[in-house]
């Protein structure tokens, strides 16, 4: 395809010089007079009207020396290998096209007749645009990234932060299930966002993950973005928390933003329809990308005992065991900090009567533990000492909300807004690594970790993943920088993996451990 790129940007080349030949010894093209095509039949009224020449230059000499910029950029991106060469050639042929389209509409609309020289021009320009977008798919789609971060940072994000989060929050998910539905919108998001690579490509716990970014649980409590999601870029989701009983949630305000700690004030405590309607909701649903259940003990104080709290948990299970949803496999939330009552499975005893429940119910997915990260060294890995005896459980996920109020990473004049919930994003990261090297070090053979937290970058999952993450989730990182950012992490990944010589994501996994 580049030959044939090469091969126009010389004919249109040729066709401007010949054309800036003629303006300059004062003669004209040959299709002054055509009686077999009328419509060409007057190029002299078009390159002899005041639109042929801006600011004295003629429009054919332009023309010159943007196809000729053109070959530069596309014999330099040759050599070089270089990226920007690439950007540039598809800013160049987007100025093509719109400078064309512009010409066409003052032939037809102003002038009244064609050139045909010009118009061949025009044609070849539409040609380069169409080639240039399928040739630099990489390039586009990262143009793409840019453009949509700075319309979502500049105009979007300022006005939904004027807004109650929690009502943009809900907007969002009706408006994630309504594009979900449109088959043509997802399909053009996809061409504009989604970007593969086999080696971003992966194998963990029997499921094949296209991408290695995932959305958390917490933000798709009603299961309404599993159709959507895909489009940009997502390789996982997990639905939920999700409990056996349905849950309004706990008392507002239940969400909250702390923009100079790059935070969100978290306080749903697993607000969810409950596992019957949600696994109903399900069944009728295929997926293109792994979707996850995750599972948490309902948020009530009629729970009162460790043996009413694992219960109610398996029932969650039971419920999603017995239904025909399509979902690849289960995360077990026992770390939200949200919960009313002082039910804990924490300690080794509780999370060992949890799991030994668990394991009776013979799940026939894989399980990941959703892990807090307020606990100490010797608490976690008393905790991983229990996980890895029971083989159902392939992972950990590390971790949960930030409950330490006087981390150094939050801002004390925006925690002293909240009486209430813990925090996520920026102030989660630092544990959440040092949890993953733990984790990865004492029993990375053996766990698959998956890296949730202050995720904002592709430098931040990278660090994650060469920590000992395999995957990653995130969701405040996206509130933040804009969904375009699942999208920017795994194309900027690739480049950081191939920068560091690795020819496949899971070479980098745990080499910072």
């Known amino acids: ?152 940072k500049t105009i979007l994000k300022p006005l939904f932060f004027l807004i109650d989060p929690e009502v943009i929050h809900e907007a969002m998910l009706n408006a994630g299930e309504i594009i979900g539905g449109m088959g043509g919108l997802t399909k053009l ?74 935070s969100l004030m978290v306080n749903k405590g697993f607000k969810n329809e409950g596992a019957k309607a949600v696994s109903q909701k399900l069944e009728a649903r295929a997926f293109s990308m792994p979707v996850g259940i995750s599972i948490g003990r309902t948020n009530t104080i009629k729970l009162k005992t460790q043996k009413e709290s694992v219960e109610d948990i398996i029932k969650a299970f039971t419920v999603f065991k ?38 009776k119910l013979r799940i026939k997915r894989p399980i990941f533990i959703k892990m807090p990260i307020e606990k100490s060294d010797k608490e976690v890995k008393a905790m991983l000492d229990i996980i890895i005896k029971f083989p159902m459980i392939k992972g950990v996920v590390f971790g949960n909300l930030q409950k330490n109020r006087k981390d150094p990473s939050l801002y004390t004049s925006e925690v002293s807004r909240f009486k209430t919930g813990y925090f996520s994003g920026k102030p989660t990261e630092k544990r959440s690594n040092e949890l993953i090297r733990l984790a990865y070090r004492k029993y990375g053979k053996k766990l698959i970790i998956i890296g949730c937290g202050g995720i904002f970058s592709a430098q931040d999952a990278y660090k994650k993943i060469k920590l000992g993450a395999s995957l990653v989730q995130l969701i405040t990182g996206m509130i933040y920088e804009g969904p375009q950012l699942v999208s920017q992490i795994n194309l900027e990944l690739v480049e950081l993996l191939k920068k560091d010589g690795f020819n496949h994501v899971s070479e980098a996994v745990g080499v910072d451990s």
């Open 1 to 152: 395809m580049k030959k044939l790129l090469f091969i126009l940007i010389l004919v249109g080349i040729v066709d401007s010089a010949y054309l800036t030949y003629e303006h300059f010894a004062g003669t004209l093209p040959i299709c002054t007079i055509n009686r077999f095509m009328p419509i060409f039949s007057d190029c002299g009224a078009v390159l002899r009207s005041s639109y042929s020449v801006l600011f004295g230059v003629p429009l054919a000499l332009l023309g010159v020396i943007h196809y000729s910029l053109l070959a530069i950029a596309l014999f330099v991106s040759e050599i070089t290998g270089k990226k920007i060469w690439r950007i540039w050639i598809l800013l160049e042929v987007s100025a093509g096209i719109v400078a064309s389209s512009y010409f066409m509409y003052i032939q037809i609309g102003i002038i009244g007749t064609l050139c045909f020289y010009c118009t061949a021009s025009a044609a070849i320009s539409l040609i380069l645009f169409i080639l240039s977008l399928s040739q630099f798919a990489n390039e586009r789609k990262y143009m793409t990234q840019i453009t949509a971060g700075l319309i979502y």
């Open 189 to 262: 998001m996809e061409y504009a966002f989604k970007y593969d690579d086999l080696v971003l490509l992966q194998r963990v716990a029997g499921i094949t993950f296209q991408r290695p970014v995932g959305l958390a649980a917490g933000f798709d409590y009603e299961a309404k973005l599993t159709q959507a999601l895909p489009s940009l870029g997502f390789g996982f989701e997990s639905i939920g928390t999700i409990t056996n009983m349905a849950y309004e949630g706990n008392p507002k305000p239940r969400l909250g933003r702390l923009p100079k700690s790059r």
């Open 322 to 359: 017995k239904s025909r949803a399509k979902h690849s496999y289960y995360e077990l939330n026992i770390s939200c900090p949200n919960l009313k009552g002082d039910m804990s499975f924490y300690p080794p005893k509780n999370l060992k009567e949890l799991l030994t429940a668990v394991e």
